[in-house]
């Protein structure tokens, strides 16, 4: 009993069939599902000794080095738990005052927890496989989520909630370019056009009000390139100006080339499930910032 248990060391943890073979001082923690010899004796230390298995029921406070895991064990009563001690590799679950699993292998149960820097900053990481997997925190009352925050679904940064834990609102989102801000109701975003070249708008809904407002050489009086529109990108399209500045024109529902809209200014017009905008003035790229409210 005294070799068995005395700086116990197990060859592996949770066997649920005795090791065919065993050689003198053989010791084992039996798994959660036994068989054989093994039956009913779940958790338990088994020691080959005198050519039979020997069988103690663990105390609390007990510990064991897994040899299969190079990470010690502590009984707390109810089963085993690492208490890390790691050398020859990392544990496969961690359980602060809490029992970890396969999905949540560290599991943390705490009024609080701090991640401290140690020397300088911290940098708290949450990393994907792909563009289309989720990297986020998710927020929630009694395992159901309300809010989540990161990356879900998509390389967009979003913000969304939910009253149920099953059916998702998005409330706000921000491209990975950082050109388009989305909110419900409401988008942002930055565009560049070149001269003699159109830019494409995707707005959010069919209709609403769209801002335009022109984001170059601050030294030239950007609202002439301005303006603010009432459109309908859908079936019946339709595009009324609400404010225009010197140098803005509404093309309404004309086929935007390039070249198709007089020179000097910037022109608009609406297309099936778009805005277009088009450079017929500078002699460079010129930079707009959009807002669509609907």
Same mark, same amino acid.
């Given at each position: 009993?005294?070799?068995?248990?005395?700086?116990?060391?197990?060859?592996?943890?949770?066997?649920?069939?005795?090791?065919?073979?065993?050689?003198?001082?053989?010791?084992?923690?039996?798994?959660?599902? $036994?068989?054989?010899?093994?039956?009913?004796?779940?958790?338990?230390?088994?020691?080959?000794? +005198?050519?039979?298995?020997?069988?103690?029921?663990?105390?609390?406070?007990?510990?064991?080095?897994?040899?299969?895991?190079?990470?010690?064990?502590?009984?707390?009563?109810?089963?085993?738990?690492?208490?890390?001690?790691?050398?020859?590799?990392?544990?496969?679950?961690?359980?602060?005052?809490?029992?970890?699993?396969?999905?949540?292998?560290?599991?943390?149960?705490?009024?609080?927890?701090?991640?401290?820097?140690?020397?300088?900053?911290?940098?708290?990481?949450?990393?994907?496989? +792909?563009?289309?997997?989720?990297?986020?925190? &998710?927020?929630?009352?009694?395992?159901?989520?309300?809010?989540?925050?990161?990356?879900?679904?998509?390389?967009?940064?979003?913000?969304?909630?939910?009253? +149920?834990?099953?059916?998702?609102?998005?409330?706000?989102?921000?491209?990975?370019?950082?050109?388009? &801000?989305?909110?419900?109701?409401?988008?942002?975003?930055?565009?560049?056009?070149? $001269?003699?070249?159109?830019?494409?708008?995707?707005?959010?809904?069919?209709?609403?009000?769209l801002f335009i407002v022109h984001g170059g050489d601050h030294n030239y009086p950007q609202i002439l390139h301005s303006g603010i529109f009432l459109f309908d990108v859908g079936p019946s399209r339709m595009l009324?100006?609400?404010?225009?500045?010197d140098q803005m024109r509404n093309k309404g529902t004309a086929l935007l080339t390039g070249t198709a809209g007089p020179s000097g200014g910037t022109n608009v017009a609406v297309q099936d499930g778009e805005i277009?905008?088009?450079?017929?003035?500078?002699?460079?790229?010129?930079?707009?910032?959009?807002?669509?409210?609907?």
């Amino acid at each position: 009993m005294l070799d068995a248990l005395v700086h116990a060391s197990v060859e592996t943890m949770n066997a649920d069939t005795p090791p065919p073979g065993p050689a003198p001082g053989t010791r084992v923690i039996i798994g959660t599902s $036994p068989n054989g010899i093994f039956s009913g004796k779940t958790g338990q230390l088994a020691a080959f000794q +005198d050519a039979a298995w020997a069988f103690y029921t663990p105390q609390i406070g007990w510990v064991v080095w897994a040899q299969d895991a190079a990470a010690l064990y502590v009984f707390d009563g109810t089963g085993w738990t690492t208490t890390g001690g790691n050398t020859g590799g990392p544990p496969a679950t961690l359980g602060v005052n809490a029992t970890a699993d396969a999905i949540n292998r560290l599991t943390v149960a705490s009024q609080a927890s701090l991640f401290n820097h140690e020397g300088a900053g911290h940098r708290l990481k949450v990393n994907k496989a +792909d563009e289309t997997d989720t990297a986020s925190v &998710l927020f929630q009352n009694n395992f159901s989520g309300r809010a989540e925050l990161g990356l879900t679904g998509s390389d967009a940064f979003q913000l969304r909630t939910s009253a +149920d834990g099953s059916n998702w609102t998005t409330q706000l989102s921000i491209s990975p370019d950082h050109k388009r &801000l989305e909110a419900p109701g409401f988008i942002t975003g930055q565009f560049e056009v070149s $001269p003699n070249e159109v830019a494409t708008i995707i707005p959010p809904r069919p209709s609403g009000f769209l801002f335009i407002v022109h984001g170059g050489d601050h030294n030239y009086p950007q609202i002439l390139h301005s303006g603010i529109f009432l459109f309908d990108v859908g079936p019946s399209r339709m595009l009324r100006s609400v404010y225009l500045g010197d140098q803005m024109r509404n093309k309404g529902t004309a086929l935007l080339t390039g070249t198709a809209g007089p020179s000097g200014g910037t022109n608009v017009a609406v297309q099936d499930g778009e805005i277009q905008v088009e450079l017929r003035a500078f002699s460079h790229r010129q930079p707009y910032t959009y807002a669509f409210v609907s």
